[in-house]
DNA sequence: CATGTTTTTTCGAGCAGTGAAATTAATGCT
DNA sequence: AGCATTAATTTCACTGCTCGAAAAAACATG
């Protein structure tokens, strides 16, 4: 039945995963401070980095010289991460474009290919060629270092499979239901990880603002997309689909505004980019969404509605009420300390703040608990691109590292 | 920082735990059955059965002489709970009344007291009173079994706060804001603990149908109030307050109906027994609540309804539909296999299904994986009690036991 | 009574963590 | 230069845990 059987070994995983965990967190440091940092003995830690050393996974750095002779006794002799013994491929796909990121088990970006993606870049080719071009093209490009690939992580949008490596729907043209992530595990003989783009922003957002990292955090992105992802005092919620967050596809007004999943009423029928555009033109509810917005036209709005134009402004107040409701909604089931939001809408989010606000007024865990935090964080590429960095990192350092013999 | 350090007496601890924790779900069995439960050598089960029996937590059962000799060799000797070593105080509060069990560490019941409940009741003396008399009484009647308290576990309605140990709102009157948890802690020293009802609901309902043991379920509670409690893959949600539900007060729509708590459209005003009565008899959606329904009164509307009554049926649609829509919301966050519906209301589930369903339909989670299988199952009070007992038990178990020298 | 079967215990090995003591490598003072 | 001081790291002896294999125990059968 159950196997949680703890022996010798599950210990040393653990402790040398928490070895790892804290070079992974707060970067290069001596023995020492892993100790202090781990918990672990001295004794431990000195058996552990010598282990390490020898499997060449971390080494020794070299002191650098900068005449900073502040201490007293024998010096620091700090360990940090060996690059050169793995390396990772990282996807980003996103409606309008896709990237590849090559990075070395050091973190450290190695080569990165951009690629345009339109409503037909998968209906031509299979996503399986698709993604495979890409990463034997930076394969070519950098052989050395892909010699030692370990892992390749996909950042998607959409709806996972239980397991976590099917695509079961997405807003992406023609990419759900396809074995993608099969095909290129079989293709590459490495293992292939989906990631809900929104539950990487949750990662990511810990990352970018330490005061986070053990907080229970909603991360909601407002774009193109709204999506959502949370952490539970420092734990990412949901493995496979459960405890994932369809947040931008939650009910808001029923037989709503037509949303482009097809349903009606979405929270992203009004509060993504198309459904605000949408709004401000007064174009019917019912009317097909937009496929795309350019930027430009969304950046566009917002200066209306920032300089006083009444539609605009209308516009974004009836976003600001979609995301307010779900989140009073969210909070019903789950209450964070944090809610942050990001992606192109972060911008607007002081045309939406007072009716989010006032819609979280609503919620009887507010009012009793007091309102979460609610913040605006701009830009939310590298917040995707950390959080599947770091997430891939780490499962490489706990699954193969922590486990070595 | 980090203080996750493995070490011996983690082992210890994590491998006693699955031993008792084996016995606690399954009931006495050999230790070669233990080994196969727990997955430890056989070797394992013997020292640490060696050390249990030798601290008295669990004993050698009494071959029954049942001539049911079937087996060929060596028989089985049965390793069991000593009933005498601990015993745990539950008190189930509720609106109208409440309970007190006295069980001991066997899981039995050795007395009960049940008192009414009033709004007035924790207005004229202070709740830490109140359980504690009833404490003090059940102690007097019993003084063997009580001599080995060693939890008070309390459900309750409401929010609970971070911690987990104060109340910060609740439906029953005066009992919020009132650190009764603190109090008796003191006044008999012995860790107390609050649980909210719709989580020990979803812990219930885990031991009353062993299929949902190790699934994703959403519990829901109908009756005097709507509440829900979670388990994911087997395991409870969150601790304190997050992640916790407060089901119930999920907005279902905006400046809605007038609900107990005193926010406006409330699931609760539309799906509780008020609620319904309310919609059946047309009193205006703004009207005070009913400070408590009797339940001849609710069930005489649900068979009013079943024979066809216009006014019953449509409040039990309008129930559904407050009930359908929380799920459908719900589950853009959370996505669970089974939804099960309990409490007084789960009789009235027939009513309701349609409505429920439709709701449900309009989810995109729903469309893409499938909705989650939606039953009714009658009387909570058992699931209640059976969660409380099993959880305050485990805790026993778990932190004080496993983590004996 | 010998033999077979199943359960349980015993025994020696192996492994990881720990505290205390020793070692190493610098600095500061005289 | 020489020696005490300080701080980082390693060494060492010991502990406690699990495990596999072998032994012992307890009963059934022929």
Redesign the interface.
Known sequence: ????????D??RR??RG?VL??LRIQGAMSRTALA?????SHASITAITHDLVEQQVIAELEPEEKSDSRGRGRPATLVGFNRHIGAAALFEVDVNRARLSLVDYGGVLVDRIESPVTPNTFANSPPAVFFAERLRQLQARNPVEAAGLRRVAISVQG?L??DGDGL??SPIAHLANRPFAHELAAAFAVPVALHKRGRLLAEGARWLDPALHDA?VATVFVGSTVA?G?T??GQIM?RG???????????HL?NGALCR?G????IEAYASDYGVLRTAYSVPETAAPAPAVPSQEYDGLIARAESGDRAATHAFNIAGRAVG??L???M??????HVLIVGPGARAFGLMQAEINA?LA????C???GPPQVVAHRDEKEPVFKGLLMKTLNEIDQSDIAALA
């Open positions: 039945m159950a196997r949680n059987v703890s022996d010798s599950s210990v653990q402790n928490l965990g804290a202090a940092s781990t918990g672990l709806i499979d239980r079961k729907w229970s959502m949370m539970f005092r949901g689909d459960e405890g994932a967050t369809e947040f931008g596809h939650m009910n029923p999943c349903m009606r009423g979405c409701f779900g009073s909604r969210m019903a089931v789950f209450d964070p300390s819609a609503s919620a009887l865990v009012r009793v608990n």
